[in-house]
């Protein structure tokens, strides 16, 4: 019956709309998707034409959300081939479902993640260089990092390689004495206005550093490099030469979220000097929407690995693509959404549908099975719409009640049943109606009712079972003109027996009944 | 007036070629406005950081107005006019107090460059013969006192400087309390980097604010927000933020060169009327420009 593909006639299909918030700059994505969509609902299927539109709007949000334009191309691209051919569904709205097109997307694209930081080699402590421009952060994550590795039971020590910012050593002297990890700087000589004078060069100093790590028992050393305030400024020889000669396990990218579409380019530049092997987003505090994670990533296939949510040192967070992709969406309540529809999707899948479908041609469709295709219904759209679209269902649905609330009131009556009895309907008898009834809070010729339409639907559907299609689309007009011309007539059953009665059986039925 | 701004850009330019070419050269007058033009403009506007909504403004009235018709120096003036007009035209010099000193607060996001901008001003103002005094508010992050120390140092200007820790508007009221005692010109109150989203921060930079006036009357004279030029979006959610709770007057955009070209203060004109006063473009102290509106959009276009 029922579900072959067909989710036509639309109306109002419920909606998760999240709160608008005024004042944000950025409209709600999914507000803007439903918009384009509206047109989409109850159409079949996504076609390429068909969400053109609403893939603007999401280019609009990625760009918005400093997504480096290329990459906003790419990502269109792939997500159209990915939504283009999926079936409507009706209890989603369009935008929604295309919205998880995009978020699953989006997660595939940042994943996976590894956070472990290098476990120590047998000769030396494990080696982690950061690197990036100026006021990303480096400093500050370079303590995180330490706390970090110090609180999974590591013995870290930080190293002051930025001889150029003013001051810098001296911020990574105190970070360390904060969290009680040992610095090793080399400050030289200061002369009367500050600069630092003579004194080891950054390279020196690593090489020093790993030795006094490996002779105070650390396993693991964190090196501040110095950054500069272009990309093409920075002394990528100095760094290159660290890391020739330190030999650094990994190397991270340390990288504000509220850059823009810049983010590339240094991105790049780093990865071309010293091939990183992970890059730590900071500054995620704030409302910066993050795009530059997803550009970096697909710039230069580096995984993410921490985010820095604050300035306190205990700030540091793990990656998770999946929060990520809910804030370049700018999306609050997006999880449950994107739940609801992978729920839907799966529930009323073909495969789910063909099994239905067979159980009706072989006849063995019972109660579990009607009450799973009320489920169905129920997730697929608003039941007034599908109602006549169920042969025999318009029937079942008193006039004047709300059918959602009809098909909870039959739920309950099938929920109020034994296993058995759902399975095999026949068996239910008199004493078990009343306790059906009693159990549903319904009175038993409700239960009774039910029983007899759920046969007539079974016969008329094992009947339509072997109809071709056209068939099957007169006969259910058919039906549902049969229930316009009688709203809310109750139908007089008289159970199955085939033929009609006869008096003596008719007062057999009595003296049962009484008994 | 095309000075270092103008060079610094040039030279970032021409290191990134092939990354990002400007606007100009797609004005040849050879081709025509259609799809391929339209998407190649959009691209570059998008690059600089112009942001969805300014771009598709832009991009549309051309398809308008200019749609199969020559790409040539009709097309390049309007584009490059209607940038131009998106920046007004305020007056972009800081305001200077009748009588007394001068105070201008300085605020922005961390690593935005607050501390340098503020060294950068002060050197200027201390070669033009000013008497200088920073105040070093940024009692927070580790080390932020010492930087400015040292910069005061270099500079020769005053400093005046707490414990860590300390209420930055009792430091805020001890500068100005210095300041009028030794009958400074100038005084520059640097505070603890931001994010705009950190309420109660933001109810400390308000407290300063509160502290400068009653110390000074009209003070603070300037109230700057410095935005990092590689910044994208989200630098116009910062000036509405700080420009609100500083009463902005202006904004001082660092990092900026060839690559990070800046873009947003197109929105940020827009959505708050803040106009860009200075512009750092280097890491030396002289390295300090007033914003020049034609320069900056002559450097998006080459």
Same mark, same amino acid.
């Given at each position: 019956?029922?579900?072959?593909?067909?989710?036509?006639?639309?109306?109002?299909?419920?909606?998760?709309?999240?709160?608008?918030?005024?004042?944000?700059?950025?409209?709600?994505?999914?507000?803007?998707?439903?918009?384009?969509?509206?047109?989409?609902?109850?159409?079949? $299927?996504?076609?390429?034409?068909?969400?053109?539109?609403?893939?603007?709007?999401?280019?609009?949000?990625?760009?918005?959300?400093?997504?480096?334009?290329?990459?906003?191309?790419?990502?269109?691209?792939?997500?159209?081939?990915?939504?283009?051919?999926?079936?409507?569904?009706?209890?989603?709205?369009?935008?929604?479902?295309?919205?998880?097109?995009?978020?699953?997307?989006?997660?595939?694209?940042?994943?996976?993640?590894?956070?472990?930081?290098?476990?120590?080699?047998?000769?030396?402590?494990?080696?982690?260089?950061?690197?990036?421009?100026?006021?990303?952060?480096?400093?500050?994550?370079?303590?995180?990092?330490?706390?970090?590795?110090?609180?999974?039971?590591?013995?870290?020590?930080?190293?002051?390689?930025?001889?150029?910012?003013?001051?810098?050593?001296?911020?990574?002297?105190?970070?360390?004495?904060?969290?009680?990890?040992?610095?090793?700087?080399?400050?030289?000589?200061?002369?009367?206005?500050?600069?630092?004078?003579?004194?080891?060069?950054?390279?020196?100093?690593?090489?020093?550093?790993?030795?006094?790590?490996?002779?105070?028992?650390?396993?693991?050393?964190?090196?501040?490099?110095?950054?500069?305030?272009?990309?093409?400024?920075?002394?990528?020889?100095?760094?290159?030469?660290?890391?020739?000669?330190?030999?650094?396990?990994?190397?991270?990218?340390?990288?504000?979220?509220?850059?823009?579409?810049?983010?590339?380019?240094?991105?790049?530049?780093?990865?071309?000097?010293?091939?990183?092997?992970?890059?730590?987003?900071?500054?995620?505090?704030?409302?910066?929407?993050?795009?530059?994670?997803?550009?970096?990533?697909?710039?230069?296939?580096?995984?993410?690995?921490?985010?820095?949510?604050?300035?306190?040192?205990?700030?540091?967070?793990?990656?998770?693509?999946?929060?990520?992709?809910?804030?370049?969406?700018?999306?609050?309540?997006?999880?449950?959404?994107?739940?609801?529809?992978?729920?839907?999707?799966?529930?009323?899948?073909?495969?789910?549908?063909?099994?239905?479908?067979?159980?009706?041609?072989?006849?063995?469709?019972?109660?579990?099975?009607?009450?799973?295709?009320?489920?169905?219904?129920?997730?697929?759209?608003?039941?007034?719409?599908?109602?006549?679209?169920?042969?025999?269902?318009?029937?079942?649905?008193?006039?004047?009640?709300?059918?959602?609330?009809?098909?909870?009131?039959?739920?309950?009556?099938?929920?109020?049943?034994?296993? $058995?009895? $759902?399975?095999?309907?026949?068996?239910?008898?008199?004493?078990?109606?009343?306790?059906?009834?009693?159990?549903?809070?319904?009175?038993?010729?409700?239960?009774?009712?039910?029983?007899?339409?759920?046969?007539?639907?079974?016969?008329?559907?094992?009947?339509?079972?072997?109809?071709?299609?056209?068939?099957?689309?007169?006969?259910?007009?058919?039906?549902?003109?049969?229930?316009?011309?009688?709203?809310?007539?109750?139908?007089?059953?008289?159970?199955?027996?085939?033929?009609?009665?006869?008096?003596?059986?008719?007062?057999?039925?009595?003296?049962?009944?009484?008994? | 007036?095309?000075?270092?701004?103008?060079?610094?850009?040039?030279?970032?330019? &021409?290191?990134?070629?092939?990354?990002? &070419?400007?606007?100009?050269?797609?004005?040849?007058?050879?081709?025509?406005?259609?799809?391929?033009?339209?998407?190649?403009?959009?691209?570059?506007?998008?690059?600089?950081?112009?942001?969805?909504?300014?771009?598709?403004?832009?991009?549309?009235?051309?398809?308008?107005?200019?749609?199969?018709?020559?790409?040539?120096?009709?097309?390049?003036?309007?584009?490059?006019?209607?940038?131009?007009?998106?920046?007004?035209?305020?007056?972009?010099?800081?305001?200077?107090?009748?009588?007394?000193?001068?105070?201008?607060?300085?605020?922005?996001?961390?690593?935005?460059?607050?501390?340098?901008?503020?060294?950068?001003?002060?050197?200027?103002?201390?070669?033009?013969?000013?008497?200088?005094?920073?105040?070093?508010?940024?009692?927070?992050?580790?080390?932020?006192?010492?930087?400015?120390?040292?910069?005061?140092?270099?500079?020769?200007?005053?400093?005046?400087?707490?414990?860590?820790?300390?209420?930055?508007?009792?430091?805020?009221?001890?500068?100005?309390?210095?300041?009028?005692?030794?009958?400074?010109?100038?005084?520059?109150?640097?505070?603890?980097?931001?994010?705009?989203?950190?309420?109660?921060?933001?109810?400390?930079?308000?407290?300063?604010?509160?502290?400068?006036?009653?110390?000074?009357?009209?003070?603070?004279?300037?109230?700057?927000?410095?935005?990092?030029?590689?910044?994208?979006?989200?630098?116009?959610?910062?000036?509405?933020?700080?420009?609100?709770?500083?009463?902005?007057?202006?904004?001082?955009?660092?990092?900026?060169?060839?690559?990070?070209?800046?873009?947003?203060?197109?929105?940020?004109?827009?959505?708050?009327?803040?106009?860009?006063?200075?512009?750092?473009?280097?890491?030396?102290?002289?390295?300090?420009?007033?914003?020049?509106?034609?320069?900056?959009?002559?450097?998006?276009?080459?």
């Amino acid at each position: 019956m029922i579900c072959s593909g067909r989710y036509e006639g639309s109306r109002g299909a419920l909606r998760l709309s999240l709160p608008f918030v005024p004042g944000t700059m950025f409209e709600s994505l999914q507000q803007t998707l439903g918009e384009a969509l509206k047109r989409l609902r109850g159409r079949g $299927r996504l076609t390429e034409a068909n969400i053109r539109d609403a893939m603007q709007d999401v280019r609009r949000a990625l760009l918005d959300a400093d997504v480096h334009h290329q990459v906003v191309e790419t990502f269109l691209t792939r997500v159209t081939e990915k939504s283009v051919g999926q079936t409507v569904l009706r209890s989603i709205d369009p935008g929604e479902q295309i919205l998880k097109c995009v978020y699953d997307e989006l997660v595939a694209l940042m994943g996976p993640v590894d956070t472990a930081l290098p476990a120590a080699r047998k000769d030396r402590p494990a080696i982690v260089m950061l690197c990036g421009l100026q006021g990303q952060g480096k400093t500050t994550t370079a303590g995180k990092l330490a706390l970090t590795a110090k609180q999974a039971g590591r013995k870290p020590m930080l190293v002051a390689a930025d001889l150029q910012r003013p001051a810098a050593m001296e911020q990574l002297r105190l970070l360390g004495e904060q969290i009680d990890v040992p610095v090793y700087l080399e400050l030289g000589q200061i002369d009367a206005s500050g600069n630092r004078i003579g004194g080891p060069g950054a390279v020196e100093i690593c090489k020093t550093a790993l030795a006094r790590a490996r002779d105070r028992g650390c396993d693991l050393i964190i090196l501040d490099t110095a950054g500069r305030l272009h990309v093409a400024e920075m002394p990528m020889e100095e760094l290159r030469q660290i890391d020739r000669v330190v030999g650094p396990d990994h190397v991270y990218l340390v990288c504000d979220a509220l850059t823009g579409q810049d983010a590339v380019n240094s991105a790049q530049a780093f990865n071309e000097a010293l091939e990183l092997n992970g890059v730590i987003l900071t500054k995620m505090d704030g409302d910066a929407r993050g795009g530059a994670a997803l550009s970096i990533k697909e710039v230069t296939r580096v995984p993410i690995k921490f985010l820095g949510m604050g300035e306190k040192l205990d700030r540091l967070e793990e990656f998770r693509p999946e929060g990520m992709a809910q804030r370049i969406l700018g999306q609050g309540d997006i999880l449950s959404l994107i739940d609801k529809v992978s729920r839907v999707q799966s529930e009323i899948s073909d495969e789910e549908r063909e099994k239905q479908q067979k159980k009706l041609e072989e006849g063995s469709f019972n109660l579990n099975d009607f009450r799973k295709q009320l489920d169905m219904l129920k997730k697929m759209g608003p039941a007034k719409d599908l109602i006549n679209s169920m042969p025999g269902m318009s029937q079942l649905m008193p006039a004047g009640q709300d059918p959602e609330q009809s098909i909870r009131r039959i739920q309950g009556i099938i929920d109020s049943m034994t296993r $058995r009895e $759902r399975a095999d309907p026949d068996e239910i008898d008199y004493d078990r109606r009343l306790r059906i009834a009693r159990g549903s809070g319904t009175r038993a010729e409700e239960v009774k009712q039910l029983l007899t339409q759920f046969e007539m639907m079974r016969n008329v559907m094992r009947a339509m079972a072997k109809m071709s299609m056209l068939e099957r689309i007169k006969m259910m007009s058919g039906m549902s003109k049969m229930g316009a011309f009688m709203p809310g007539a109750k139908i007089v059953s008289k159970g199955d027996t085939g033929h009609r009665k006869s008096p003596r059986e008719r007062a057999e039925d009595r003296k049962k009944k009484k008994r | 007036m095309l000075g270092a701004l103008w060079r610094k850009l040039k030279a970032g330019l &021409a290191r990134t070629r092939d990354l990002f &070419a400007g606007i100009a050269g797609l004005f040849t007058g050879k081709g025509r406005v259609d799809e391929n033009f339209i998407k190649e403009l959009e691209r570059r506007l998008l690059a600089a950081d112009l942001g969805a909504g300014p771009t598709a403004e832009l991009v549309d009235q051309v398809k308008r107005d200019f749609r199969d018709r020559e790409a040539g120096e009709d097309l390049k003036s309007m584009v490059r006019e209607k940038l131009r007009q998106m920046l007004g035209d305020d007056d972009r010099s800081l305001r200077i107090a009748a009588s007394g000193p001068t105070v201008i607060l300085v605020a922005g996001v961390n690593g935005s460059g607050k501390t340098t901008t503020i060294a950068k001003l002060a050197s200027l103002f201390h070669r033009n013969g000013k008497k200088v005094v920073v105040a070093a508010c940024d009692t927070f992050r580790a080390a932020a006192v010492e930087q400015l120390g040292i910069w005061a140092d270099r500079i020769g200007c005053d400093i005046v400087r707490a414990q860590h820790g300390t209420d930055p508007a009792s430091v805020a009221h001890d500068a100005c309390e210095k300041a009028k005692a030794r009958g400074a010109d100038i005084v520059i109150v640097d505070t603890a980097g931001r994010l705009h989203t950190q309420t109660h921060l933001m109810k400390e930079l308000e407290k300063i604010q509160r502290v400068l006036g009653k110390q000074i009357p009209g003070a603070p004279h300037e109230a700057l927000m410095v935005l990092d030029a590689t910044n994208g979006q989200n630098a116009i959610a910062q000036a509405e933020q700080f420009g609100k709770v500083i009463g902005g007057t202006g904004i001082v955009l660092t990092k900026l060169d060839g690559t990070a070209k800046g873009g947003a203060i197109f929105s940020i004109k827009a959505r708050t009327g803040l106009p860009v006063k200075y512009v750092g473009v280097g890491e030396t102290i002289e390295d300090l420009e007033p914003f020049d509106a034609d320069a900056f959009v002559a450097a998006l276009f080459d």
